[in-house]
T-cell receptor
């Protein structure tokens, strides 16, 4: 069974601070995706990383895929209240086809 | 096309009743997925269709659950003889390729 562990589970910071969310597994993934979810809504895709060591930037968000394709991180610079939400990482296994395994999520609250 | 549409948004039902949810994917997407999400957890995979063929089912999908995708367009998820443990958000997603889902807003099921 492939598991993705996210840390921290909860994060409450002040506007302007930087933060990093981690997503770790003992399994290798063919790709890893990050989603953001707001209460009562479905997750929204932020980015997909495919290549080990890959770094992608989306405005103030930086995503990194580990060299061994077992872990990933999301770094947010100068967080804003609009960044508040549940951040989920999800991995597509090398043998699981299109099925995604999701982490439990990191609930981020950015206080003004 | 306005994205993935799920109906109803909310459903309250008595234990033992049957419920059916509908998902209309993005029209050009040939893959459709059902996930279940409980409070404080990431989504858990239930089942996956490519066109009209159901290619994979999770062990979470007991014999009380059935999903269909006639003609490879919309999909339905039926739960028979609902139990309180079935209370969750049921999420539908569609994709064209393996990288990145578009989720609907989900159906929140409450079994009383």
């Amino acid at each position: 069974t492939q598991l993705l562990e996210q840390s921290p589970q909860f994060l409450s910071i002040q506007e302007g601070e930087n933060l990093t969310v981690y997503c770790n597994s003992s399994s290798v993934f063919s790709s890893l995706q990050w989603y953001r979810q707001e209460p009562g809504e479905g997750p929204v895709l932020l980015v997909t990383v495919v290549t080990g060591g890959e770094v992608k930037k989306l405005k103030r968000l930086t995503f990194q895929f580990g060299d061994a394709r077992k872990d990933s991180s999301l770094h947010i610079t100068a967080a804003q209240p609009g960044d508040t939400g549940l951040y989920l990482c999800a991995g597509a296994g090398e043998t699981s086809g299109s099925r995604l395994t999701f982490g439990e999520g990191t609930q981020l609250t950015v206080n003004p | 096309d306005t994205g993935v549409s799920q109906n109803p948004r909310h459903k309250i039902t008595k234990r033992g009743q049957n419920v059916t949810f509908r998902c209309d994917p993005i029209s050009e997407h040939n893959r459709l997925y059902w996930y279940r999400q409980t409070l404080g957890q990431g989504p858990e995979f239930l089942t996956y269709f490519q066109n009209e063929a159901q290619l994979e089912k999770s062990r979470l999908l007991s014999d009380r659950f059935s999903a269909e995708r006639p003609k490879g367009s919309f999909s339905t998820l039926e739960i028979q003889r609902t139990e309180q443990g079935d209370s969750a958000m049921y999420l539908c997603a569609s994709s064209l390729v393996d990288y990145g889902y578009t989720f609907g807003s989900g159906t929140r099921l409450t079994v009383v």
